[in-house]
């Protein structure tokens, strides 16, 4: 059973930094790619960063420059490096992880975790 586990989340002020991390049940590379999504009350769960198999990250425009995804298999886990922080990053922030295999595309989610920028 695959599991995700999110940890970092919390309170900072504006223009500050976060690190989120994302431990997975086995080696990260069982996955194709690995990301973090995130979403405020109201609104979509929107894509924030992803990080394939091969290495290959995409960034949502409005993060770009700001946030790193990175991956330490040693560790199982998938970091998001948020700095710079803006009020409009506040969010619940969840881990996502997919395999394409025999039956198709299956996704996997963790229990999100919540950050929050002050002005």
């Known amino acids: 059973q695959v599991q995700l586990v999110e940890s970092g989340g919390g309170l900072v002020q504006a223009g500050g930094s976060l690190r989120l991390s994302c431990t997975t049940s086995?080696?990260?590379?069982?996955?194709?790619?690995l990301g973090w999504y995130r979403q405020v009350p109201g609104k979509q769960r929107e894509l924030v960063a992803t990080?394939?198999?091969?290495?290959?990250?995409n960034y949502a425009d409005s993060v770009k420059g700001r946030f790193t995804i990175s991956g330490d298999n040693a560790k199982n886990t998938v970091y998001l490096q948020m700095n710079s922080l803006k009020p409009e990053d506040t969010a619940v922030y969840y881990c996502n992880a997919f395999v394409v295999g025999s039956v198709g595309r299956v996704e996997y989610w963790g229990q999100g975790t919540q950050v929050t920028v002050s002005s």
């Open positions: 086995g080696t990260i590379f069982r996955f194709n790619a």
């Open positions: 990080l394939t198999r091969g290495g290959q990250t």
